[in-house]
């Protein structure tokens, strides 16, 4: 059974995949870590650790502690945030890969996952079904970091045999966690207000299309491409990743016909110069042929599922009050 260290556990995506490791492999293979205790459940339902990922002797010496051999380096800072804190976010988001990076090299581990984002993308891109190889100009710092580091990833694997697996992450849609920083936070935002306020003022205009995904299927291409067999997978720098695009205004009326008296007001703010440097739609179709992928959930999908989940757990919560 494989042993596997999860970095960057307490995340939106990283709580989850976590979850999702530990029904698979069992709690016990599946070490969760973080920069600190924020995410009790992450934190109580197996072994955790305190992880600065900037710290290359803290992880070298977790991974060798439990006997890791396949990292999930989930720990970044995201878009909006990164705009704010570029250096910092520049010495996490590279460091941190660098080290794990370093480490598969020494054969300390044997396997990667390394998630790269749409924010490769920028306005001299293609917008429109985004080809897997493109022009990529980024004009954030999140961007910035992950086009370099998919270069990195990519060298890695040529010079040093190393395997590591990466996919190009869209927007994530999640009930469970909160979002963390991102220019596509709306449309987990406006779900929540939806419901307890009935209305959202949304940073990002009505018209703002960008390419988006159901956490249910971003957690499904996480494990369908590290399950894949070596040779399966062609492309070492990260895949495009494709589910769903939509607007503000779509998923506003998306939600209307299950909340019919839902309002949305515009304001757009920084986050809209971001979003209208990145794609529309993404073209995935190597990731389809190399390792089988295929979403499940559309936007109507995910709309009832998202207010079912979101109600039952406000419902809970006042109930608890």
């Known amino acids: 059974m494989s042993k596997v260290l999860i970095i960057g556990a307490a995340g939106q995506i990283g709580s989850e995949l976590t979850q999702k490791l ?33 710290d290359f002797n803290a992880i070298k010496n977790c991974i ?49 996952f390394w998630p790269s984002s749409i924010a490769v993308f920028g306005p001299t891109t293609p917008s429109v079904q985004t080809p897997q190889h493109t022009t990529m100009e980024p004009t954030t710092v999140y961007g910035i970091t992950k086009q370099v580091g998919e270069r990195w990833c990519d060298y890695y694997h040529k010079q040093y045999g190393v395997d590591v697996r990466s996919i190009r992450y869209p927007g994530i849609i999640s009930w469970k966690t909160m979002p963390g920083g991102g220019t596509t936070d709306y449309a987990v935002e406006i779900y929540h207000k939806a419901i307890t306020d009935k209305r959202y003022d949304c940073f990002l205009s009505e018209n703002t299309e960008l390419p988006m995904m159901f956490m249910e299927d971003a957690i499904e291409a996480t494990l369908q491409i590290m399950k894949a067999p070596s040779e399966a997978i062609k492309i070492r720098s990260a895949y495009n990743l494709a589910a769903i695009s939509f607007t503000p205004k779509q998923i506003a009326a998306s939600i209307k016909k299950h909340i019919p008296d ?13 979003a209208d440097s990145w794609p529309k739609s993404i073209d995935d179709t190597q990731a389809r042929l190399d390792w089988n992928w295929k979403h499940n959930y559309n936007l109507e999908q995910m709309t009832k599922e998202m207010i079912f989940q979101l109600e039952k757990k406000y419902s809970s919560s006042e109930k608890v009050t």
């Open 22 to 54: 530990r029904e698979i492999n069992g709690k016990d293979n599946v070490v969760a870590s973080d920069i600190n205790y924020s995410n009790t459940h992450v934190v109580n339902s197996g072994p955790f650790e305190i992880l600065d990922a900037k």
């Open 262 to 274: 839902f309002k949305i007001g515009y304001n757009p703010d920084f986050r809209q110069k971001i």
């Open 64 to 112: 060798e502690k439990h006997h890791i051999d396949t990292v999930y380096l989930m720990a970044a800072m995201l878009s909006a945030t990164g705009e704010k804190h570029p250096m910092m976010a520049w010495d996490l988001n590279m460091n941190s890969l660098f080290h794990v990076l370093n480490l598969a090299k020494e054969g300390v581990i044997k396997k990667v």
